[in-house]
């Protein structure tokens, strides 16, 4: 059974700092890796993705990949209200590429 | 670009009848959809994946004859709950993908079923 691990959370932090998120996943085959955000009663939207070791940039996004430890991160840099919210780990499938296996999600609330 | 569109946004039925929610991708053609379920505080499974214009795969304990899916062109796939029971309520929600490799999947905003 693949899995994709995240710790359900909540977890608080203050406006304007880092919040950090973490990921493991079970299937060393995976080749690809996703982060998105869910409101509530909202359908998931992609933050990012990453393919390859090391570390991702998009704005206040930061994706950081290490293949060899299963392990992938999302760093929110000065956290706003508005991104509280669930945030969904996804990681492809190795045995049938076009599938991918998503963790339960972390909640992030970010108070003022 | 990138935007996939679903119908109803929600629906409430008698317990007994069909619903069919249709998936579209607005601005790119979706070689890969996907239909997941999501029950309330749970993160999403998967249902199923469809290419178009074959059958669709459906995931264990799935089953396809209550929950049948047509991926007739590029850029709609259509999902119909057939005889919906109360425990059929749930969110669906359906992505899609230009490829059918390892792609990113753009996800709809969703279908709210309720099933008195």
């Known amino acids: 059974q693949k899995e994709v691990e995240q710790n359900s959370g909540p977890l608080s932090v203050p406006e304007g700092a880092i919040a950090s998120l973490n990921c493991t996943y079970s299937?060393?085959?995976?080749?690809?890796f996703f982060w998105y955000r869910q409101y509530s009663g909202k359908s998931p939207e992609l933050i990012m993705f990453?393919?390859?070791?090391g570390d991702k940039e998009d704005g206040r996004f930061t994706a950081q990949l290490n293949k060899a430890s299963q392990y992938v991160s999302l760093l929110i840099r000065d956290s706003q209200p508005s991104d509280s919210a669930t945030y969904l780990c996804?990681?492809?499938?190795?045995?049938?590429?076009?599938?991918?296996?998503f963790g339960s999600g972390t909640r992030l609330s970010i108070r003022p | 670009g990138a935007v996939v569109s679903q119908h109803p946004s929600w629906v409430i039925c008698k317990s007994g009848t069909s619903v069919k929610i249709e998936c579209r991708s607005l601005?790119?053609?979706?070689?890969?959809m996907f239909w997941y379920r999501q029950f309330p505080k749970q993160s999403l499974m998967l249902m199923a994946t469809?290419?178009?214009?074959?059958?669709?795969?459906?995931e264990q304990g799935v089953e396809k004859d209550k929950f049948l899916i047509n991926h007739a062109s590029l850029t709609l796939s259509t999902l119909t709950v057939t005889s919906a029971h109360p425990e059929d309520s749930s969110f669906y929600i359906c992505?899609?993908?230009?490829?059918?490799?390892?792609?990113?999947?753009?996800f709809g905003p969703g279908t709210r079923l309720t099933v008195l």
């Open positions: 601005d790119f053609q979706a070689t890969t």
């Open positions: 469809s290419n178009e214009g074959s059958k669709a795969t459906y």
């Open positions: 990453i393919y390859s070791n």
């Open positions: 299937d060393r085959g995976s080749q690809s």
């Open positions: 992505s899609a993908s230009r490829s059918s490799g390892v792609d990113t999947q753009y």
């Open positions: 996804a990681v492809n499938e190795h045995s049938s590429a076009s599938k991918i296996i």
